[in-house]
T-cell receptor
């Protein structure tokens, strides 16, 4: 069985501040982990994907995430928040490495305060 | 290159009816996945097709079905609609990229309202 837990359904940061969105996973097999973003009234967009090649994964729009096996975490960070980062972010896990049988977290809404 | 397109964008149906949603992947993409998004259950994987074959299926009742055509276009069908089927249905296509890493692209979704 696999699951992800996103800590904090809503996160607010000031423009220019560090963005930290938390995700912890549970998986009986080595996991493949993803972060997605959903802008208001739009579909999802894949931000980044961890496939065990490197523990620090760089994604689009300046986001990155670090896989920490000892902490079973895959937190998403961005050094400096921009107004355009306001969206909902989903962490997800898959046992297979592909996008099949993906299990999503409940999402974290990021608010950026000017 | 055109993105993933989904039709229709909005749909209103009544309980007991059936509905068919369509997804056209990005040209050259052979894998199409479907997801359901609701306020109560969040995002859930429905099924995935590759080269006209269903490779994976999520935990949904048999009322939810799909297929993929030879041109990779995919349809999903929901029969005997229930109020709880009201949701945003998302389709995504993917293609193996460099180093075997796939990149996945989503369509804008079809918003289904069941009355």
């Amino acid at each position: 069985a696999q699951s992800v837990t996103q800590l904090g359904s809503h996160v607010s940061v000031s423009e220019g501040a560090l963005v930290l969105l938390r995700c912890n996973y549970s998986s009986s097999v080595p996991p493949y982990l993803f972060w997605y973003v959903q802008y208001p009234n739009q579909g999802l967009q894949l931000l980044l994907k961890y496939t065990s090649a490197a523990t620090l994964v760089k994604g689009i729009n300046g986001f990155e995430a670090e896989f920490k096996k000892s902490e079973t975490s895959f937190h998403l960070t961005k050094p400096s928040a921009h107004m355009s980062d306001a969206a909902e972010y989903f962490c997800a896990v898959s046992p297979s490495g592909g996008y099949q049988k993906v299990t999503f977290g409940t999402g974290t809404k990021l608010q950026v305060i000017p | 290159k055109a993105g993933v397109t989904q039709t229709p964008r909005y749909l209103i149906k009544t309980r007991g009816q059936q509905v068919t949603l369509s997804c056209s992947p990005i040209s050259g993409h052979r894998s199409v996945s479907w997801y359901q998004q609701t306020p109560g259950q969040g995002l859930q994987f429905l099924f995935e097709y590759f080269s006209e074959t269903q490779r994976n299926k999520g935990n949904f009742p048999g009322r939810f079905s799909g297929r993929q055509f030879s041109n990779s276009r995919s349809e999903m069908n929901v029969s005997t609609l229930e109020l709880g089927d009201s949701a945003l249905y998302l389709c995504a296509s993917s293609y193996p990229g460099q180093g075997g890493l796939e990149t996945q692209y989503f369509g804008p979704g079809t918003r289904l309202l069941v009355l």
